[in-house]
Protein backbone atom coordinates (compact mmCIF):
# COMPACT_ATOMS: atom_id res chain seq x y z
CA UNK A 1 0.00 0.00 0.00
CA UNK A 2 1.11 3.38 -0.70
CA UNK A 3 2.29 5.43 2.41
CA UNK A 4 4.05 8.08 3.69
CA UNK A 5 5.62 8.06 7.34
CA UNK A 6 6.91 10.97 9.78
CA UNK A 7 8.07 10.55 13.05
CA UNK A 8 4.62 10.22 14.93
CA UNK A 9 6.00 11.83 18.42
CA UNK A 10 6.55 15.03 19.13
CA UNK A 11 10.60 16.27 18.51
CA UNK A 12 11.62 18.33 21.44
CA UNK A 13 14.89 20.01 21.51
CA UNK A 14 16.73 22.96 22.83
CA UNK A 15 16.71 26.12 21.05
CA UNK A 16 19.84 26.67 19.38
CA UNK A 17 20.25 23.24 17.86
CA UNK A 18 19.56 21.63 14.64
CA UNK A 19 16.08 19.65 14.36
CA UNK A 20 15.88 16.84 11.79
CA UNK A 21 12.86 15.53 10.74
CA UNK A 22 11.99 12.75 8.69
CA UNK A 23 9.46 12.03 6.14
CA UNK A 24 9.54 8.66 4.25
CA UNK A 25 7.68 7.12 1.92
CA UNK A 26 6.43 3.85 -0.10
CA UNK A 27 5.33 3.02 -3.09
CA UNK A 28 5.13 6.49 -4.42
CA UNK A 29 7.40 8.24 -7.00
CA UNK A 30 6.79 11.58 -6.60
CA UNK A 31 7.95 14.38 -9.27
CA UNK A 32 8.09 16.76 -5.92
CA UNK A 33 8.24 16.70 -2.66
CA UNK A 34 6.93 19.47 -0.35
CA UNK A 35 7.53 20.76 3.33
CA UNK A 36 4.68 22.41 5.45
CA UNK A 37 4.40 24.27 8.24
CA UNK A 38 0.61 23.93 10.37
CA UNK A 39 0.29 25.86 13.67
CA UNK A 40 -3.01 25.50 15.72
CA UNK A 41 -6.29 25.82 14.05
CA UNK A 42 -4.61 27.29 11.11
CA UNK A 43 -4.08 26.12 7.42
CA UNK A 44 -0.53 24.98 6.48
CA UNK A 45 1.92 27.73 5.10
CA UNK A 46 4.54 26.19 2.66
CA UNK A 47 8.21 26.48 3.68
CA UNK A 48 10.21 24.38 0.59
CA UNK A 49 9.62 22.61 -2.36
CA UNK A 50 12.26 19.86 -4.03
CA UNK A 51 12.29 18.16 -7.47
CA UNK A 52 13.37 14.44 -7.81
CA UNK A 53 16.51 15.12 -9.58
CA UNK A 54 17.66 17.52 -6.90
CA UNK A 55 19.45 16.34 -4.13
CA UNK A 56 19.52 19.59 -1.50
CA UNK A 57 17.31 22.95 -1.31
CA UNK A 58 18.11 25.62 1.15
CA UNK A 59 16.37 28.98 2.48
CA UNK A 60 17.73 30.76 5.37
CA UNK A 61 17.85 28.05 7.67
CA UNK A 62 15.54 25.36 6.37
CA UNK A 63 17.50 23.10 4.51
CA UNK A 64 15.65 19.63 2.59
CA UNK A 65 17.35 16.46 1.12
CA UNK A 66 15.46 14.43 -1.44
CA UNK A 67 16.60 10.87 -1.75
CA UNK A 68 14.54 9.20 -4.67
CA UNK A 69 16.35 5.61 -4.07
CA UNK A 70 15.64 5.64 -0.17
CA UNK A 71 11.98 7.45 -0.76
CA UNK A 72 13.17 9.56 1.73
CA UNK A 73 13.18 13.37 2.63
CA UNK A 74 14.65 15.15 5.31
CA UNK A 75 13.83 18.71 6.88
CA UNK A 76 16.46 20.37 9.25
CA UNK A 77 16.26 23.30 10.48
CA UNK A 78 19.47 24.94 12.15
CA UNK A 79 20.05 27.68 15.20
CA UNK A 80 16.58 26.55 15.71
CA UNK A 81 14.51 28.95 17.83
CA UNK A 82 11.26 28.98 20.33
CA UNK A 83 9.33 29.99 17.28
CA UNK A 84 9.92 27.01 15.26
CA UNK A 85 7.39 25.40 17.44
CA UNK A 86 4.94 23.88 15.41
CA UNK A 87 3.64 20.63 13.33
CA UNK A 88 5.78 20.08 10.20
CA UNK A 89 4.33 18.11 6.85
CA UNK A 90 5.59 16.68 4.11
CA UNK A 91 3.65 16.34 1.67
CA UNK A 92 4.44 14.44 -1.93
CA UNK A 93 2.92 15.80 -5.39
CA UNK A 94 1.48 13.25 -7.00
CA UNK A 95 0.60 14.84 -10.07
CA UNK A 96 3.54 15.99 -11.76
CA UNK A 97 3.60 19.28 -10.02
CA UNK A 98 0.11 20.55 -9.90
CA UNK A 99 -0.34 20.39 -6.49
CA UNK A 100 -2.09 17.18 -5.82
CA UNK A 101 -0.29 16.96 -2.81
CA UNK A 102 -0.55 13.76 -0.89
CA UNK A 103 0.17 14.73 3.17
CA UNK A 104 1.98 13.11 6.24
CA UNK A 105 0.49 12.88 9.36
CA UNK A 106 3.03 15.70 10.36
CA UNK A 107 5.24 16.14 13.14
CA UNK A 108 5.70 18.39 15.73
CA UNK A 109 8.37 19.92 17.42
CA UNK A 110 8.77 21.94 20.47
CA UNK A 111 11.61 24.17 20.85
CA UNK A 112 12.49 24.91 24.58
CA UNK A 113 14.66 27.98 25.55
CA UNK B 1 -4.19 40.88 -1.70
CA UNK B 2 -4.88 39.05 2.07
CA UNK B 3 -4.62 34.91 0.75
CA UNK B 4 -6.64 32.45 0.74
CA UNK B 5 -9.89 33.67 2.42
CA UNK B 6 -12.41 30.63 3.81
CA UNK B 7 -16.33 31.22 5.42
CA UNK B 8 -17.35 30.16 7.92
CA UNK B 9 -14.36 29.67 10.13
CA UNK B 10 -16.19 27.56 12.68
CA UNK B 11 -19.66 26.08 11.98
CA UNK B 12 -21.57 23.61 14.37
CA UNK B 13 -24.78 21.71 12.36
CA UNK B 14 -26.94 18.79 13.50
CA UNK B 15 -26.49 15.50 11.63
CA UNK B 16 -28.91 15.33 8.76
CA UNK B 17 -28.50 18.78 7.86
CA UNK B 18 -26.56 20.58 4.86
CA UNK B 19 -23.88 22.89 5.34
CA UNK B 20 -21.97 25.09 2.32
CA UNK B 21 -18.31 26.37 2.65
CA UNK B 22 -17.05 29.25 0.82
CA UNK B 23 -13.44 29.73 -0.55
CA UNK B 24 -12.21 32.99 -1.99
CA UNK B 25 -8.58 32.40 -3.72
CA UNK B 26 -5.96 34.64 -3.96
CA UNK B 27 -7.23 36.56 -6.73
CA UNK B 28 -4.90 35.60 -10.24
CA UNK B 29 -4.50 32.13 -9.20
CA UNK B 30 -6.27 29.68 -11.69
CA UNK B 31 -6.35 26.39 -9.49
CA UNK B 32 -8.45 25.69 -6.69
CA UNK B 33 -8.11 22.85 -4.07
CA UNK B 34 -10.40 21.45 -1.47
CA UNK B 35 -8.86 19.49 1.46
CA UNK B 36 -10.02 17.79 4.71
CA UNK B 37 -7.86 17.44 7.86
CA UNK B 38 -8.83 15.37 10.77
CA UNK B 39 -7.22 15.66 13.86
CA UNK B 40 -3.64 14.44 14.16
CA UNK B 41 -4.10 13.90 10.51
CA UNK B 42 -2.02 15.62 7.18
CA UNK B 43 -4.49 17.30 5.54
CA UNK B 44 -6.87 14.29 2.53
CA UNK B 45 -6.87 15.66 -1.01
CA UNK B 46 -11.05 16.30 -2.05
CA UNK B 47 -10.64 18.11 -5.42
CA UNK B 48 -9.54 20.30 -7.93
CA UNK B 49 -10.08 22.79 -10.04
CA UNK B 50 -8.76 24.44 -12.68
CA UNK B 51 -10.45 27.85 -13.87
CA UNK B 52 -14.26 26.88 -13.45
CA UNK B 53 -13.61 23.04 -14.85
CA UNK B 54 -13.25 20.38 -11.84
CA UNK B 55 -10.58 18.47 -13.15
CA UNK B 56 -10.09 15.52 -10.30
CA UNK B 57 -12.20 14.26 -7.44
CA UNK B 58 -11.21 11.81 -4.47
CA UNK B 59 -12.90 9.08 -3.91
CA UNK B 60 -13.25 10.41 -0.33
CA UNK B 61 -15.96 12.87 -1.93
CA UNK B 62 -19.18 11.02 -1.79
CA UNK B 63 -22.67 11.65 -3.45
CA UNK B 64 -22.86 13.72 -0.48
CA UNK B 65 -20.27 16.36 -1.41
CA UNK B 66 -20.27 18.97 -4.10
CA UNK B 67 -18.00 21.55 -4.89
CA UNK B 68 -17.80 24.50 -7.41
CA UNK B 69 -16.44 27.13 -8.78
CA UNK B 70 -19.29 28.65 -10.97
CA UNK B 71 -17.13 31.41 -12.54
CA UNK B 72 -13.53 30.48 -12.08
CA UNK B 73 -12.96 33.10 -9.07
CA UNK B 74 -14.83 32.02 -5.63
CA UNK B 75 -15.57 27.96 -4.96
CA UNK B 76 -18.08 26.25 -2.52
CA UNK B 77 -17.89 23.22 -1.02
CA UNK B 78 -21.75 21.76 -0.04
CA UNK B 79 -22.43 18.85 1.93
CA UNK B 80 -25.97 17.34 2.21
CA UNK B 81 -27.04 14.88 5.57
CA UNK B 82 -24.10 15.47 7.04
CA UNK B 83 -23.17 12.74 9.48
CA UNK B 84 -20.81 12.79 12.22
CA UNK B 85 -17.61 11.17 10.37
CA UNK B 86 -17.89 14.70 8.40
CA UNK B 87 -16.59 16.41 11.50
CA UNK B 88 -13.10 17.40 10.11
CA UNK B 89 -11.21 21.08 9.34
CA UNK B 90 -11.83 21.89 5.32
CA UNK B 91 -8.99 23.63 3.92
CA UNK B 92 -8.78 25.52 1.02
CA UNK B 93 -5.38 26.37 -1.35
CA UNK B 94 -4.68 27.42 -4.60
CA UNK B 95 -1.98 28.41 -6.95
CA UNK B 96 -1.15 30.19 -9.86
CA UNK B 97 -0.51 28.52 -13.55
CA UNK B 98 1.85 29.30 -15.94
CA UNK B 99 4.11 26.18 -15.00
CA UNK B 100 4.78 23.41 -12.94
CA UNK B 101 5.69 23.10 -8.89
CA UNK B 102 4.71 26.30 -8.04
CA UNK B 103 3.13 26.87 -3.94
CA UNK B 104 0.15 26.17 -3.18
CA UNK B 105 -1.67 28.79 -0.84
CA UNK B 106 -4.11 27.30 2.03
CA UNK B 107 -6.77 29.25 4.06
CA UNK B 108 -6.93 29.17 7.39
CA UNK B 109 -10.04 26.49 6.83
CA UNK B 110 -13.25 25.80 8.10
CA UNK B 111 -13.82 24.00 11.07
CA UNK B 112 -17.00 21.44 11.03
CA UNK B 113 -18.36 19.81 14.02
CA UNK B 114 -21.56 17.27 13.23
CA UNK B 115 -23.47 17.53 16.64
Known amino acids: SQKIEQNSEALNIQEGKTATLTCNYTNYSPAYLQWYRQDPGRGPVFLLL?????KEKRKERLKVTFDTTLKQSLFHITASQPADSATYLCALDISGGYNKLIFGAGTRLAVHP | DTGVSQDPRHKITKRGQNVTFRCDPISEHNRLYWYRQTLGQGPEFLTYFQNEAQLEKSRLLSDRFSAERPKGSFSTLEIQRTEQGDSAMYLC?????????????FGQGTRLTVV
Open chain 2, 93 to 105: ASSRTGGVNTEAF
Open chain 1, 50 to 54: IRENE
